[in-house]
Nanobody, 123 residues
Framework: QVQLVESGGGLVQAGGSLRLSCVGS????????MGWFRQTPGKEREFVAG????????RYADSVKGRFTISRDNAKNTVYLQMNSLKPEDTAVYYC????????????????WGQGTQVTVSS
């Protein structure tokens, strides 16, 4: 089992940057693909970015491509989401998730979830 804890959220002005971190417990963290998702009230949780277990492959939602970067440090059991050029529409609760078999955009394929961290972008 993997427990995930996100941090790094907060309030930022449009155009600013934030870096989210997600620390995983357990010795098997490096075997999991990881994803970042986000959710706003009344909407479904949506895929933001994913990274393979080794960190060599990544994928992004079109809405964040070129602005966000996902990375991981398996020695620290941590996955990051660097968010630049933030927009008000990026405001959401951001969740990290672990997937034993991939790192794709389908949220039902992920096995473990963190509790989320709030990101608010003011205009």
């Amino acid at each position: 089992q993997v427990q995930l804890v996100e941090s790094g959220g907060g309030l930022v002005q449009a155009g600013g940057s934030l870096r989210l971190s997600c620390v995983g417990s357990g010795r098997t963290f490096s075997r999991y693909g990881m994803g970042w998702f986000r959710q706003t009230p009344g909407k479904e949780r949506e895929f933001v970015a994913g990274i393979s277990a080794s960190g060599t492959s990544t994928r992004y939602a079109d809405s964040v491509k070129g602005r966000f970067t996902i990375s991981r440090d398996n020695a620290k059991n941590t996955v990051y989401l660097q968010m630049n050029s933030l927009k008000p529409e990026d405001t959401a609760v951001y969740y990290c998730a672990a997937d034993r078999t991939g790192w794709g955009p389908r949220r039902y394929e992920y096995d473990y979830w963190g509790q989320g961290t709030q990101v608010t972008v003011s205009s």
